[in-house]
C-alpha cells in the first residue's frame, strides 16, 4: 500500500494542491540527476585525454580513433544493443510519437560510446549524449513515479536541460536548447520546471568540477566595421553549416553501402579520422582546447592552412559520426565555427587593412555562434550558448545578427535541420499543438463508424428501398455475408434514377449496380494519409477494412469532432 | 471492431508449434491473427508508461524468404485464411521498428529472447515479463509442442488478480463456447471469500452461468494438486506484476506454475483492461 502511494505522488495531498509544484520537485530531482551524469561523462573524456595523451604521439596513432569508435559501436550494438546514432533525434522522435517515453539503457549508454569515440581522438561533442542521457534519466524517474505523458514530457525537458547546462556551465543555453529543439513549445508550465532542472544541473556541476566557464572571458570592444563584417561572417557560416550537414548525410550513406558490419564501419571511419589527424592534430577529439586559443588571439596559423583546417574538421567530423562513432555535433561546430570566424577575420584585415577591427578572438565566438544557428536552426541556442560559455555580453549585437542570419539562409537551403532532417522527411517531426500532432494522436480505431446498414450482393432494388426508409445514410456498403469481406458500395446518388421504377424492384440485383472500385481505409493507416487520399478523390467517407473484412465507415464530419475534442484536449494543459 | 491476436512468427519448426496454438486460439475465439515477421534482431513496443525493447534470438530471422508461406500454411492447415502480416512503419532508430500495441492479445514464447533449445521449464524471459508488466492484453504462452485445449481452467488465486483472471475465462469460455472450470489455492482466503469478492464486482450471475466446476485445491502441496488440472485445458492466471528482482528473491507463482504445467497459458497482467 505504501509502495503504490509512494510510486504515484500525483496523489500526494501537497501536489493536487497544484501540478506544478510536482512538476518543479521532480524537475530538480532530474536535473540533479542528469546533472551527475554530465560530470561522469566530463570526468572520464579528462581522464581517457590524460591516458592516450603519451600513444599520440606515435606513427601508429592514427588507428587508436579506429579503436575507438569500433569498441562504442560494439557497446552500443553487442553490449546494449541500442542502434547507433547521436540521440537527440530519438529523443525529440520519442516527445513527438510516444509522449517522451524512453529505454532505462540510453541513460548510461550514450555516455560509455561516446566517451570511447572522443576519448580516442573521434570528432564529436559530449553534448548530444549527455543530451540523450538526462533525457531517460527524466523519462524514467517520470515513468517510475507514474507520472501523465504531459508530466513525462516536461521530465524529458528537465533531464536534457539539466545535462546541457552541467556539460557547458551554461544554465540558459539549457533551458533554450530544451524549448526550441526537445519540446518545441514555449508555454509556462514546461519552463518553469525545465529552468529548475537546469539550475540544478547546472549547480552539480559547479559543485564538482568548479565554476567555470569554458572560455576565458575577454573584453571585446565592437565597432561598426565589425557589425557590418558580421553580416559576410554570416553568409559565410551559413554556407559552411550547408556544407557540412550535406558532408554528414553523404557520409552517412556511402557508410551503410559499405558491405561491412557495423563495427567495422566505424573503424574504418575512425582510422580515417586518425589520419586526417596526423596531418592536422587540431581537429581530433571535442577540440576545446584549440578554440580557446583561438578565442585569445593565440592561434598562428595563416590563412590558407585555416581554410584546410575548416575542410579537415568537417571531414573529421562526417566520418566520426556518419561512419559510426557515438558523439554530438555540437563541439564539432564550435570548432569549425571559430576556425571559419578567425580565417574570415584574417581576409578582411588582409584586405582593409587600415580600419579598426576588433580582435579576431570576437570573429571566433561570431563563427562559433553562426555554425550552431546554422547546423541546428536554433538561434537563440546560438546566442545564448557563446554567451554564456563565454562569460560576456560585449559581443551580443553581432552575435545576434550573426545566428539571425545564418538560420535564415540555411533554412533556405535545408528546409530542416541536422537533428529534424531525418523526422521530417519520414513525417515524424510533429511539434505540440500542431495538425500533424493533433492528427496523430488520433487513430483511424477511434473514428470508426459502426452503426452502418450492410448489404448483400444477392439482394434486389426492391430490399434496399426497405433499407433506406430506415437509414440516415445514403451509402451502404455491400458485404459478402459468408467472410464479410467487402464487396462495393452503394451511393444513394447512384441508385436513385432506378428508385423510382418499380419495375426494376424484383429484376435487378444489388450487385449490377454496386460500385465495385472503392478505395477503403485499414484500422492502422495514418489519419494524415487518409485525409489526403479523400482530399485527392473528394470523398466524405470511406469504409474501413481489416484483412479485408469490413469494420464500419469513417467520415470528414466525425474526424473533425474527434479533431476539436483532442485539440482542447493538448491546448487547455 | 474485430479482436486481433499478435504474434511474432519465428520461422522453426519450434516456431511453427506456437504458432499453430495461435491459430488454434484464433480460430477458436474468432480473433483475427496479425503477424509480425521480424527484419530486425530487435523492436520496441510502446506501452501506456513503459517502452519495452525486445531483442530477439537471431532464430527468428532465419529463412525469411520462406516465412510468409511457411505462416500461412499454419493457418491454412487449420481452415483459416492467411493471417494479416504487419510491417513496421514507424522506427526510433533505423534498425529498431516500433510495432503497435493495441491488439487484444498477444503470444509470446516462454522466452523470446534465448534460443528455444536452452528455455527450460519455470523460466519466463525477462522480456516476456516486461511485457506482461505493461500491456494492456494478456500474453498466450503456448505450451512446447501444438495441442488443442477443449475447456479453459481459471487458477482464481490471488485476489489482486483473482478477478481479471476471471472475467477473461469466464468472455473466452463465451467465445470459444467450451466449460470453464475455477481452481482456487485455500490460503488465508477461503471459498467463500472468493464468492463474495465476485458479488461485489457483480459476477456472481457469471459464475452461476459460465463456471461448470470449482476446485480448491490445499495450499500445502500446492504443486502436486496442480495435477487436478486437465490436460487439454487453457490456463488462464493473472500475473501479480513483480520485477525479476522481487520474483528471484521470494519466486514466482507464474513460474511455478509454469514449471508443474504443460498446458498454454493465458497470464493476465496488471494493466489488463477487459472489454
Given at each position: 500500500?505504501?509502495?503504490?502511494?509512494?510510486?504515484?505522488?500525483?496523489?500526494?495531498?501537497?501536489?493536487?494542491?497544484?501540478?506544478?509544484?510536482?512538476?518543479?520537485?521532480?524537475?530538480?530531482?532530474?536535473?540533479?540527476?542528469?546533472?551527475?551524469?554530465?560530470?561522469?561523462?566530463?570526468?572520464?573524456?579528462?581522464?581517457?585525454?590524460?591516458?592516450?595523451?603519451?600513444?599520440?604521439?606515435?606513427?601508429?596513432?592514427?588507428?587508436?580513433?579506429?579503436?575507438?569508435?569500433?569498441?562504442?559501436?560494439?557497446?552500443?550494438?553487442?553490449?546494449?544493443?541500442e542502434g547507433a546514432g547521436h540521440g537527440v533525434p530519438e529523443v525529440v522522435y520519442s516527445v513527438s510519437r510516444h509522449g517522451g517515453l524512453l529505454r532505462l539503457r540510453s541513460a548510461f549508454s550514450r555516455l560509455i560510446s561516446s566517451s570511447l569515440t572522443i576519448g580516442s581522438g573521434g570528432?564529436?561533442?559530449?553534448?548530444?549524449?549527455?543530451?540523450?542521457?538526462?533525457?531517460?534519466?527524466?523519462?524514467?524517474?517520470?515513468?517510475?513515479?507514474?507520472?501523465?505523458?504531459?508530466?513525462?514530457?516536461?521530465?524529458?525537458?528537465?533531464?536534457?536541460?539539466?545535462?546541457?547546462?552541467?556539460?557547458?556551465?551554461?544554465?540558459?543555453?539549457?533551458?533554450?536548447?530544451?524549448?526550441?529543439?526537445?519540446?518545441?513549445?514555449?508555454?509556462?508550465?514546461?519552463?518553469?520546471?525545465?529552468?529548475?532542472?537546469?539550475?540544478?544541473?547546472?549547480?552539480?556541476?559547479?559543485?564538482?568540477?568548479?565554476?567555470?566557464?569554458?572560455?576565458?572571458?575577454?573584453?571585446?570592444?565592437?565597432?561598426?566595421?565589425?557589425?557590418?563584417?558580421?553580416?559576410?561572417?554570416?553568409?559565410?557560416?551559413?554556407?559552411?553549416?550547408?556544407?557540412?550537414?550535406?558532408?554528414?548525410?553523404?557520409?552517412?550513406?556511402?557508410?551503410?553501402?559499405?558491405?561491412?558490419?557495423?563495427?567495422?564501419?566505424?573503424?574504418?571511419?575512425?582510422?580515417?579520422?586518425?589520419?586526417?589527424?596526423?596531418?592536422?592534430?587540431?581537429?581530433?577529439?571535442?577540440?576545446?582546447?584549440?578554440?580557446?586559443?583561438?578565442?585569445?588571439?593565440?592561434?598562428?596559423?595563416?590563412?590558407?592552412?585555416?581554410?584546410?583546417?575548416?575542410?579537415?574538421?568537417?571531414?573529421?567530423?562526417?566520418?566520426?559520426?556518419?561512419?559510426?562513432?557515438?558523439?554530438?555535433?555540437?563541439?564539432?561546430?564550435?570548432?569549425?565555427?571559430?576556425?571559419?570566424?578567425?580565417?574570415?577575420?584574417?581576409?578582411?584585415?588582409?584586405?582593409?587593412?587600415?580600419?579598426?577591427?576588433?580582435?579576431?578572438?570576437?570573429?571566433?565566438?561570431?563563427?562559433?555562434?553562426?555554425?550552431?544557428?546554422?547546423?541546428?536552426?536554433?538561434?537563440?541556442?546560438?546566442?545564448?550558448?557563446?554567451?554564456?560559455?563565454?562569460?560576456?555580453?560585449?559581443?551580443?549585437?553581432?552575435?545576434?545578427?550573426?545566428?539571425?542570419?545564418?538560420?535564415?539562409?540555411?533554412?533556405?537551403?535545408?528546409?530542416?535541420?541536422?537533428?529534424?532532417?531525418?523526422?521530417?522527411?519520414?513525417?515524424?517531426?510533429?511539434?505540440?499543438?500542431?495538425?500533424?500532432?493533433?492528427?496523430?494522436?488520433?487513430?483511424?480505431?477511434?473514428?470508426?463508424?459502426?452503426?452502418?446498414?450492410?448489404?448483400?450482393?444477392?439482394?434486389?432494388?426492391?430490399?434496399?428501398?426497405?433499407?433506406?426508409?430506415?437509414?440516415?445514410?445514403?451509402?451502404?456498403?455491400?458485404?459478402?455475408?459468408?467472410?464479410?469481406?467487402?464487396?462495393?458500395?452503394?451511393?444513394?446518388?447512384?441508385?436513385?434514377?432506378?428508385?423510382?421504377?418499380?419495375?426494376?424492384?424484383?429484376?435487378?440485383?444489388?450487385?449490377?449496380?454496386?460500385?465495385?472500385?472503392?478505395?477503403?481505409?485499414?484500422?492502422?493507416?495514418?489519419?494524415?494519409?487518409?485525409?489526403?487520399?479523400?482530399?485527392?478523390?473528394?470523398?466524405?467517407?470511406?469504409?474501413?477494412?481489416?484483412?479485408?473484412?469490413?469494420?464500419?465507415?469513417?467520415?470528414?464530419?466525425?474526424?473533425?469532432?474527434?479533431?476539436?475534442?483532442?485539440?482542447?484536449?493538448?491546448?487547455?494543459? | 471492431?474485430?479482436?486481433?491476436?499478435?504474434?511474432?512468427?519465428?520461422?522453426?519448426?519450434?516456431?511453427?508449434?506456437?504458432?499453430?496454438?495461435?491459430?488454434?486460439?484464433?480460430?477458436?475465439?474468432?480473433?483475427?491473427?496479425?503477424?509480425?515477421?521480424?527484419?530486425?534482431?530487435?523492436?520496441?513496443?510502446?506501452?501506456?508508461?513503459?517502452?519495452?525493447?525486445?531483442?530477439?534470438?537471431?532464430?527468428?530471422?532465419?529463412?525469411?524468404?520462406?516465412?510468409?508461406?511457411?505462416?500461412?500454411?499454419?493457418?491454412?492447415?487449420?481452415?483459416?485464411?492467411?493471417?494479416?502480416?504487419?510491417?513496421?512503419?514507424?522506427?526510433?532508430?533505423?534498425?529498431?521498428?516500433?510495432?503497435?500495441?493495441?491488439f487484444d492479445f498477444m503470444t509470446c514464447p516462454h522466452s523470446i529472447s534465448d534460443l528455444s533449445a536452452r528455455i527450460g521449464p519455470g523460466y519466463v524471459g525477462p522480456r516476456v515479463r516486461r511485457i506482461l508488466q505493461s500491456a494492456r492484453f494478456p500474453v498466450l504462452i503456448p505450451s512446447?509442442?501444438?495441442?488443442?485445449?477443449?475447456?479453459?481452467?481459471?487458477?482464481?488465486?490471488?485476489?489482486?488478480?483473482?478477478?481479471?483472471?476471471?472475467?477473461?475465462?469466464?468472455?473466452?469460455?463465451?467465445?470459444?463456447?467450451?466449460?470453464?472450470?475455477?481452481?482456487?489455492?485455500?490460503?488465508?482466503?477461503?471459498?467463500?471469500?472468493?464468492?463474495?469478492?465476485?458479488?461485489?464486482?457483480?459476477?456472481?450471475?457469471?459464475?452461476e452461468q459460465s463456471v461448470t466446476e470449482w476446485h480448491v485445491l490445499p495450499d500445502h502441496d500446492f504443486e502436486d494438486n496442480l495435477y487436478r488440472v486437465p490436460h487439454d485445458a487453457l490456463v488462464v492466471l493473472g500475473a501479480a506484476g513483480h520485477g525479476l528482482i522481487r520474483s528471484l528473491?521470494?519466486?514466482?507463482?507464474?513460474?511455478?506454475?509454469?514449471?508443474?504445467?504443460?498446458?498454454?497459458?493465458?497470464?493476465?497482467?496488471?494493466?489488463?483492461?477487459?472489454?
Amino acid at each position: 500500500m505504501v509502495w503504490k502511494i509512494w510510486r504515484h505522488p500525483s496523489d500526494w495531498l501537497w501536489f493536487r494542491f497544484d501540478d506544478r509544484l510536482l512538476l518543479i520537485t521532480f524537475g530538480a530531482i532530474v536535473g540533479i540527476f542528469s546533472g551527475l551524469a554530465a560530470v561522469a561523462l566530463n570526468r572520464s573524456l579528462l581522464a581517457m585525454a590524460e591516458m592516450f595523451a603519451q600513444v599520440r604521439i606515435s606513427w601508429w596513432a592514427f588507428i587508436v580513433p579506429g579503436i575507438g569508435a569500433a569498441l562504442s559501436s560494439l557497446f552500443l550494438e553487442r553490449v546494449v544493443r541500442e542502434g547507433a546514432g547521436h540521440g537527440v533525434p530519438e529523443v525529440v522522435y520519442s516527445v513527438s510519437r510516444h509522449g517522451g517515453l524512453l529505454r532505462l539503457r540510453s541513460a548510461f549508454s550514450r555516455l560509455i560510446s561516446s566517451s570511447l569515440t572522443i576519448g580516442s581522438g573521434g570528432s564529436a561533442g559530449p553534448e548530444a549524449p549527455v543530451v540523450m542521457s538526462g533525457a531517460a534519466i527524466g523519462s524514467n524517474v517520470a515513468r517510475f513515479f507514474s507520472l501523465n505523458e504531459r508530466q513525462r514530457i516536461a521530465m524529458v525537458g528537465c533531464g536534457t536541460a539539466g545535462a546541457l547546462s552541467a556539460i557547458f556551465n551554461a544554465p540558459i543555453s539549457g533551458l533554450v536548447f530544451t524549448i526550441e529543439i526537445i519540446v518545441g513549445e514555449w508555454s509556462a508550465a514546461n519552463i518553469v520546471p525545465i529552468a529548475v532542472a537546469s539550475v540544478a544541473g547546472a549547480q552539480v556541476s559547479r559543485l564538482l568540477q568548479g565554476n567555470q566557464i569554458a572560455f576565458t572571458h575577454l573584453k571585446f570592444d565592437v565597432g561598426m566595421p565589425a557589425i557590418f563584417a558580421a553580416i559576410g561572417l554570416a553568409v559565410i557560416t551559413a554556407a559552411v553549416s550547408i556544407l557540412l550537414t550535406r558532408f554528414l548525410i553523404t557520409s552517412h550513406r556511402v557508410a551503410h553501402r559499405a558491405p561491412l558490419p557495423v563495427w567495422a564501419r566505424a573503424a574504418v571511419g575512425g582510422c580515417m579520422v586518425g589520419l586526417v589527424g596526423y596531418l592536422f592534430p587540431q581537429v581530433l577529439g571535442e577540440g576545446y582546447h584549440t578554440i580557446q586559443n583561438m578565442v585569445e588571439g593565440a592561434f598562428p596559423e595563416g590563412l590558407w592552412l585555416m581554410a584546410m583546417l575548416v575542410l579537415a574538421k568537417m571531414v573529421a567530423t562526417s566520418f566520426t559520426l556518419g561512419w559510426g562513432g557515438s558523439g554530438g555535433i555540437f563541439a564539432p561546430c564550435l570548432v569549425i565555427g571559430s576556425f571559419t570566424g578567425l580565417m574570415y577575420h584574417r581576409f578582411i584585415v588582409a584586405i582593409w587593412p587600415n580600419l579598426d577591427w576588433v580582435g579576431e578572438g570576437c570573429f571566433a565566438l561570431l563563427g562559433m555562434a553562426g555554425l550552431i544557428s546554422g547546423i541546428l536552426q536554433a538561434p537563440m541556442t546560438g546566442i545564448f550558448l557563446i554567451v554564456e560559455i563565454t562569460g560576456g555580453y560585449e559581443t551580443i549585437l553581432p552575435l545576434i545578427l550573426v545566428s539571425a542570419i545564418s538560420t535564415t539562409v540555411c533554412h533556405m537551403f535545408e528546409p530542416a535541420s541536422y537533428y529534424f532532417r531525418e523526422l521530417v522527411e519520414k513525417g515524424q517531426y510533429l511539434r505540440p499543438r500542431t495538425d500533424a500532432r493533433v492528427l496523430a494522436d488520433i487513430s483511424i480505431g477511434e473514428l470508426v463508424e459502426r452503426d452502418c446498414t450492410t448489404v448483400t450482393p444477392s439482394m434486389r432494388l426492391g430490399d434496399i428501398v426497405a433499407v433506406i426508409q430506415k437509414s440516415h445514410r445514403n451509402f451502404f456498403p455491400v458485404i459478402d455475408p459468408a467472410s464479410g469481406r467487402l464487396l462495393g458500395m452503394i451511393h444513394l446518388d447512384d441508385i436513385r434514377p432506378y428508385l423510382f421504377d418499380p419495375l426494376l424492384y424484383e429484376t435487378v440485383f444489388l450487385e449490377q449496380v454496386m460500385e465495385t472500385d472503392v478505395e477503403t481505409v485499414e484500422v492502422d493507416d495514418e489519419l494524415s494519409e487518409v485525409l489526403d487520399r479523400m482530399d485527392a478523390n473528394r470523398l466524405f467517407s470511406m469504409p474501413v477494412v481489416s484483412s479485408n473484412r469490413f469494420v464500419g465507415m469513417i467520415s470528414k464530419a466525425t474526424l473533425l469532432d474527434k479533431y476539436r475534442n483532442e485539440l482542447m484536449l493538448q491546448t487547455t494543459h | 471492431m474485430e479482436m486481433q491476436m499478435l504474434h511474432v512468427f519465428r520461422n522453426t519448426p519450434h516456431g511453427r508449434e506456437t504458432l499453430l496454438q495461435t491459430a488454434y486460439f484464433c480460430k477458436s475465439a474468432g480473433i483475427s491473427p496479425v503477424v509480425y515477421i521480424p527484419g530486425h534482431l530487435k523492436f520496441l513496443m510502446y506501452f501506456d508508461n513503459d517502452v519495452v525493447q525486445v531483442d530477439l534470438n537471431p532464430s527468428y530471422l532465419r529463412s525469411p524468404a520462406t516465412a510468409r508461406d511457411h505462416a500461412a500454411d499454419v493457418f491454412a492447415d487449420l481452415g483459416l485464411p492467411p493471417p494479416k502480416f504487419i510491417v513496421p512503419k514507424h522506427f526510433t532508430a533505423s534498425a529498431l521498428p516500433d510495432i503497435p500495441v493495441d491488439f487484444d492479445f498477444m503470444t509470446c514464447p516462454h522466452s523470446i529472447s534465448d534460443l528455444s533449445a536452452r528455455i527450460g521449464p519455470g523460466y519466463v524471459g525477462p522480456r516476456v515479463r516486461r511485457i506482461l508488466q505493461s500491456a494492456r492484453f494478456p500474453v498466450l504462452i503456448p505450451s512446447a509442442v501444438y495441442k488443442p485445449f477443449n475447456r479453459i481452467a481459471v487458477l482464481f488465486g490471488d485476489p489482486a488478480n483473482a478477478v481479471r483472471a476471471f472475467r477473461l475465462g469466464v468472455r473466452l469460455g463465451r467465445l470459444m463456447e467450451m466449460p470453464v472450470t475455477l481452481f482456487t489455492r485455500e490460503n488465508r482466503h477461503g471459498k467463500t471469500d472468493y464468492e463474495g469478492l465476485l458479488a461485489k464486482k457483480g459476477l456472481s450471475v457469471d459464475l452461476e452461468q459460465s463456471v461448470t466446476e470449482w476446485h480448491v485445491l490445499p495450499d500445502h502441496d500446492f504443486e502436486d494438486n496442480l495435477y487436478r488440472v486437465p490436460h487439454d485445458a487453457l490456463v488462464v492466471l493473472g500475473a501479480a506484476g513483480h520485477g525479476l528482482i522481487r520474483s528471484l528473491l521470494f519466486g514466482s507463482i507464474m513460474e511455478k506454475i509454469q514449471t508443474v504445467l504443460p498446458n498454454s497459458l493465458l497470464i493476465v497482467g496488471q494493466n489488463y483492461r477487459s472489454v
